[in-house]
């Protein structure tokens, strides 16, 4: 992680955007872009009222967070270059300066966790970028939780070579970052709960007639899930200090394993279109769910 991109939009939160990324900074010795999003009400009023001074408003807007960056970074011995952009859509101007300046990683505060009704009628700027972000994307929760340990989220259900090759991605990005910040690496896979379901039993085929317990087919599945999650560590040389298969839906399994104290790496595979509209993703769903930090790779 050499190249890091931190969006700041000029909250009080932004000082742990920064922060994070000064940490990580100081192990790889790489460089660091502060990119300022503003954006006023005026602009939206001046369309229907027509100000005749809003050149300077708009002027002075960004002076004063020009002047919100200068003091935040006076807090941090660290050398980075900054820009700006003006726009209620600032998720563009993001995903154009992390290509450009081919960044390892993007750093900003989540937020835009609207109602669903909401999230249909317009996709928030956030989940915007978990799809277009060509790098994986930390999103700081804003409790100012200390982080105590790094979670990976697999899928170990999908046999496809692209899902097999994204979790392959989730682990190392985890890796490395437990790494960077001297932390524990957790790997956490979530299965559906069969026990949960109203139908206690079911044939399974091809043998004609035979029931089987859905407990019982959810303890061969754990196995299974176990037994790939070890082929995926051994095939990429991981040793996590500890190993979960858990059942459940997968927003709230992994939103009470990681609690306040940890940060989820997960992968992000975004349905676009009208599936994108109602189904989403994971990291999407997840993002509504969960209260800490979350790192989203692609």
């Known amino acids: 992680m050499e190249n890091i991109l931190v969006v700041l939009d000029g909250s009080d939160i932004d000082e742990q955007a920064v922060a994070q990324a000064v940490k990580i900074i100081a192990q790889s010795e790489g460089r660091l872009h502060l990119l300022m999003t503003v954006y006023d009400q005026i602009e939206e009023m001046h369309k229907y009222v027509g100000f005749d001074n809003y050149k300077d408003i708009k002027q002075s807007i960004l002076d004063s967070a020009e002047t919100k960056l200068r003091l935040l970074t006076d807090q941090f011995n660290v050398s980075f270059s900054s820009s700006m952009t003006w726009g209620k859509r600032w998720c563009r101007p993001v995903v154009d300066k992390a290509r450009k300046m081919e960044a390892d990683l993007i750093i900003k505060v989540a ?25 994986p994307l930390w999103l700081i929760s804003g409790q100012n939780a200390v982080i105590q340990e790094v979670i990976a989220a697999v899928s170990t ?32 896979s979530v299965l559906p709960d069969f026990d949960a379901m109203a139908v206690p039993m079911a ?62 790496v997960i992968g992000s595979a975004a ?28």
């Open 157 to 188: 259900l999908d046999e496809s070579p692209e899902h097999s090759a994204l979790g392959e991605r989730v682990i190392g990005q985890a890796q490395r970052l437990a790494g960077a910040l001297s932390m524990p690496l957790w790997i956490v």
């Open 111 to 135: 937020g835009d966790r609207h109602s669903r009704l909401a999230n249909f009628l317009q996709t928030p700027e956030d989940w915007q970028l978990l799809r277009d972000a060509s790098c």
């Open 203 to 264: 044939y399974v085929p091809p043998i004609p007639g035979q029931s089987v317990l859905w407990h019982e087919t959810a303890a061969e599945a754990k196995v299974r899930s176990q037994q790939k999650l070890k082929l995926m560590l051994d095939k990429l040389s991981v040793r996590p200090d500890r190993i979960e298969v858990l059942t459940g839906r997968v927003d709230k399994a992994l939103g009470d394993i990681v609690d306040t104290h940890g940060l989820l």
């Open 271 to 298: 349905n676009r279109g009208l599936a994108g509209k109602f189904i989403g993703n994971s990291a999407e769903k997840v993002l509504s769910y969960l209260d800490t930090d979350m790192l989203v790779v692609h």
